[in-house]
C-alpha cells in the first residue's frame, strides 16, 4: 500500500520505519523546514548547543533507550539533581525542603497513588471516576495541601511536570499520568539526555531511514472516498495515497478541513490543548556555575520559575524553562530576558555582569503545534482520550497525545507502533 505520513517529528518516522520494513510504499510530509518536530537540537554561535525542544527522558523510557542504541547514540546522565529552591526568600534544596513543604508533598503523593490503585483500566466509563475528569488538579491540590508553602512547592513541582498550571489540567488525566511513576525508584525521573541532541537524533534516524521527505507542506484538507485518501497542502499540492497517519496534535488537527469527520472526534481533539510551556535560554561569558556548589538547577517562585544548565559540549547557558499565565505574559515582554536575568541574580549573585544575551523558543506561538506537549485539561479523558487515536477510516493518528505516555518522547514511540500494527503488512 502507499502510506503517506504527515509529520517528521519521533512519531512520524517510527512509523515511517515500521512500515518501511513491513513492505509498504511511504512518504512524509511535514510542514516545517526539517525533521524532528518538537524535537530541536540548537547550535551557538558561541560553541556548544542546547535543547530548545523535547530533552528529558526517564530511566523507563525503554523504547527511546532501543532506538538510540539501534542508532548508536548513547543517553547522558543528568548531575543536576537535586536543585534549590527559594521561596519568599528562603533556601532550601530539592532533596531537602522546609517539613511543612514536604509534609503536604508526600499527602499528596500518598493520596494520588491509592486513587491509582483503585482507578480501573478505562476510568471514563465509571462515571463516578469520569466526575474526577470535570475537576481541575488545582482544586484538588487545595484539599489536600495544609501550609501556603507546602501548596506553592506542590504547584512549582506539578506545573513542572505538566507544563501549565495545575487549574488548567483535570485530575483524572493527571491520575492517568502519575500511574507511570508510582514502580519507580528515586531518581528515575528526568534521569537521561540524548547525546548530541534530540534533534540530531532525528536527522540520523531519517537519514538511516532514506525515505522521500517533503518540507514546507502544511496539511490544510484531508478528504476520503472509500478507497482513497486526498490530502491537500497550502502550496496547491494535491496527491492520494492507500492509508494516511496524522501525527499532527491535537491543535492543529482542530483547524483542519476534514469532510465527514465525525463531530464527536473534533470536539475530543479540540479537549486536548498542550501545554503552554515555553523555554529561554540565556548566554553568559563563562560557566561560572562549574565553579560553585550550584549545579545550575533551581525552582523558585521568582520571574525565573525553573533552570537548568542546559548548556551542551562546553555552552556557557543556563536554561529557564516557564509554564502557564507567566510563560504567556513573559513571551509577550519585550525586556523577557532582561526581567530573567535580573530575577536569577537576585538568587544566584555571581551571574552578576556575566550575561550576554538570550533566546527564546516558544511552542506556544509556534503554527505548527500550538503548544510544547500534550497536557491532558479538564474534560479531556472522557471527551477526548476515548476516541482520539482512534483510525477515522483510512486515516490513522498518532503523536504522544494518542499514547499512555502522553506528553513524552515515550509517548510517540508508542503511538508509532500502534499504527504500525493496525496498519499491519500489505494488503
Known amino acids: 500500500m502507499k502510506i503517506i505520513i504527515i509529520g517528521a517529528g519521533i512519531s512520524g518516522l517510527r512509523a515511517a520505519d515500521l512500515l518501511n520494513q513491513a513492505g509498504h510504499q511511504v512518504e512524509i510530509f511535514e510542514a516545517r523546514d526539517r525533521v524532528g518536530g518538537r524535537m530541536l537540537t540548537c547550535d551557538l554561535a558561541s560553541g556548544g548547543w542546547f535543547e530548545g525542544g523535547g530533552e528529558w527522558m526517564d530511566a523507563d523510557h525503554h523504547r527511546v533507550m532501543h532506538l538510540m542504541r539501534s542508532l548508536g547514540i548513547a543517553p547522558e546522565i543528568s548531575q543536576q539533581w537535586p536543585g534549590l529552591v527559594v521561596h519568599r526568600g528562603e533556601y532550601a534544596t530539592e532533596n531537602q525542603v522546609w517539613p511543612d513543604a514536604e509534609a503536604d508533598a508526600d499527602h499528596v503523593h500518598e493520596e494520588a497513588a491509592r486513587l491509582c490503585r483503585e482507578m480501573p483500566d478505562q476510568p471514563w466509563l465509571d462515571p463516578e471516576w469520569a466526575k474526577l475528569d470535570e475537576k481541575p488538579l488545582a482544586e484538588w491540590l487545595d484539599e489536600q495541601c495544609v501550609s501556603e508553602r507546602g501548596r506553592w512547592w506542590v504547584e512549582a513541582v506539578t506545573r513542572s511536570d505538566e507544563g501549565d498550571d495545575t487549574r488548567r489540567v483535570g485530575l483524572l488525566g493527571w491520575l492517568l499520568g502519575y500511574k507511570h511513576y508510582l514502580s519507580r525508584e528515586a531518581g528515575d525521573m528526568s534521569l537521561y539526555r540524548i547525546a ?48 494516511v497517519i496524522l501525527t499532527t496534535p491535537p491543535t492543529v488537527l482542530a483547524r483542519l478541513n476534514m469532510p465527514g469527520l465525525p463531530e464527536t472526534r473534533k470536539q475530543g481533539f479540540e479537549s486536548i490543548p498542550l501545554a503552554r510551556a515555553i523555554k529561554v535560554v540565556l548566554e553568559f561569558t563563562e560557566r561560572f556555575w562549574d565553579e560553585m556548589t550550584w549545579s545550575g538547577r533551581l525552582m523558585s517562585d521568582l520571574p525565573c520559575q525553573q533552570i537548568w544548565d542546559g548548556g551542551r559540549a562546553g555552552a556557557k547557558i543556563l536554561s529557564f524553562y516557564l509554564c502557564g499565565d507567566h510563560a504567556v505574559e513573559m513571551a509577550a515582554r519585550s525586556d523577557l530576558f532582561d526581567v530573567l536575568y535580573r530575577a536569577l541574580c537576585e538568587v544566584i549573585p555571581e551571574a552578576r555582569g556575566k550575561f550576554v544575551g538570550g533566546q527564546l523558543i516558544d511552542w506556544v506561538a509556534d503554527p505548527y503545534s500550538r503548544g510544547a506537549f500534550t497536557s491532558l485539561a479538564p474534560g479531556a479523558v472522557t471527551k477526548g482520550l476515548p476516541q482520539i487515536a482512534e483510525p477515522w477510516e483510512r486515516v490513522h493518528f498518532a503523536g504522544d497525545h494518542t499514547a499512555t505516555w502522553t506528553g513524552f518522547i515515550e509517548g510517540a514511540l508508542e503511538s508509532a507502533e500502534r499504527v504500525a500494527a493496525e496498519i499491519g503488512g500489505p494488503r
Not at 514546507?216 to 472516498?225: G, H, S
Open 196 to 243: 548530541g541532541g534530540g534533534g540530531r537524533l532525528c536527522y540520523k534516524y531519517a537519514s538511516k531511514l532514506g525515505l522521500p521527505i517533503s518540507f514546507n507542506e502544511e496539511l490544510t484538507a484531508v478528504t476520503q472516498n472509500g478507497e482513497r485518501v486526498t490530502l491537500r497542502f497550502a502550496s496547491g499540492l494535491e496527491v492520494s495515497a492507500d492509508r
